[in-house]
């Protein structure tokens, strides 16, 4: 069997929107990448943000959201693991469930890219995984040794400026953001009255 390479695109998804699947169906059907999973990030046991929702109605969200992707999947794995959780212990723990019918992959934005030497053991997630970075409209420039290394891979995908955290409060504003979701999301929101 050969090995799938598997995007994993880490997010809170709160909630998914068109960026978020125009992004992910990019990297599956026009860069190399077989699949694109989505990392749904859980809510912290922390932090008591209130406009976050719990880890099954965003999952519940994702799910709804790709169903008719079938290079599009989703994992749970981070709702498992103890927090805080960090990127390279997800990596870890999915290599070790999947390494043998997966090469996985980060999937992430230019403005990730900018602040990716921050990331706990970033080294070590660059030496063993690929990124495959989407453009994002930012200002700061991309540190030279990441704008030139080789198992990072600009993707020339549409850029997306769209927000959960605009969706989220011109929802709670009563604006009409409909277009923005996929319509089984905006379906399930509408039906749960979240972000009200």
């Known amino acids: 069997m050969e090995m799938k390479k598997t995007g994993l695109f880490f997010g809170t998804f709160n909630p998914i929107h068109i960026g978020h699947l125009i992004i992910a169906n990019h990297m599956a059907e026009f860069s190399d990448l077989d699949q694109v999973w989505f990392v749904i990030t859980p809510r912290?046991?922390?932090?008591?943000?209130?406009?976050?929702?719990?880890?099954?109605?965003?999952?519940?969200?994702?799910?709804?959201?790709?169903?008719?992707?079938?290079?599009?999947?989703?994992?749970?794995?981070?709702?498992?693991?103890?927090?805080?959780?960090?990127?390279?212990?997800?990596?870890?723990?999915?290599?070790?469930?999947?390494?043998?019918?997966?090469?996985?992959?980060?999937?992430?934005?230019?403005?990730?890219?900018?602040?990716?030497?921050?990331?706990?053991?970033?080294?070590?997630?660059?030496?063993?995984?690929?990124?495959?970075?989407?453009?994002?409209?930012?200002?700061?420039?991309?540190?030279?040794?990441?704008?030139t290394h080789p198992h990072i891979h600009h993707v020339d995908a549409p850029v997306i400026e769209i927000s959960a955290t605009f969706i989220r409060n011109q929802h709670r504003a009563g604006k009409n953001i409909r277009p923005l979701l996929p319509e089984a999301v905006w379906k399930y929101m509408d039906e749960m009255n979240f972000y009200r």
């Open 44 to 147: 912290s046991p922390f932090k008591t943000k209130q406009s976050l929702l719990d880890n099954h109605h965003r999952y519940q969200m994702v799910y709804e959201a790709i169903q008719d992707y079938p290079k599009l999947q989703l994992t749970d794995i981070e709702f498992r693991l103890p927090q805080p959780n960090y990127t390279i212990d997800t990596l870890t723990h999915l290599r070790e469930q999947h390494g043998n019918a997966h090469q996985f992959a980060l999937v992430m934005g230019e403005d990730n890219l900018k602040s990716f030497h921050k990331w706990k053991n970033y080294e070590a997630i660059l030496e063993y995984y690929q990124l495959y970075v989407y453009p994002r409209i930012s200002e700061s420039k991309i540190p030279h040794d990441l704008a």
